[in-house]
């Protein structure tokens, strides 16, 4: 019997908050939040986050690019002079900056 599992390795804590209600501790993500408003704006509107930490960065991507897909939203982010950093969240354009991880 040659069973397939889906696997993917992640960071402690994004890993507990995959499991979520389902069965962990019942905590949601912190960037939950986030996904809800990128839900409701508009195809031509896009989110502006300001103080996160690099490690903010790659988990709302995480989170984005899962519920929503990668070929669907961008996140975009840059370092700011007291490192912290800043993001957008918008529409991804004609698979712009799209990696092909195949």
Known sequence: MN???????????????????????????????????WSEVGDDEAIVLSDLEKNDIQNLRNLLYRRFGKENVIVRSAQQEEGTYKAVVRAREDDEYLRNDG
Do not use: H, N
Request: aromatic fraction near 6%; proline fraction near 3%.
């Open 3 to 37: 069973a397939e599992f889906q696997m993917e390795v992640m960071d402690e804590k994004e890993a507990e908050r995959e499991l979520g209600a389902s069965g962990g501790r019942g905590r949601t993500s912190q960037y939950e939040p986030i996904a809800q408003k």
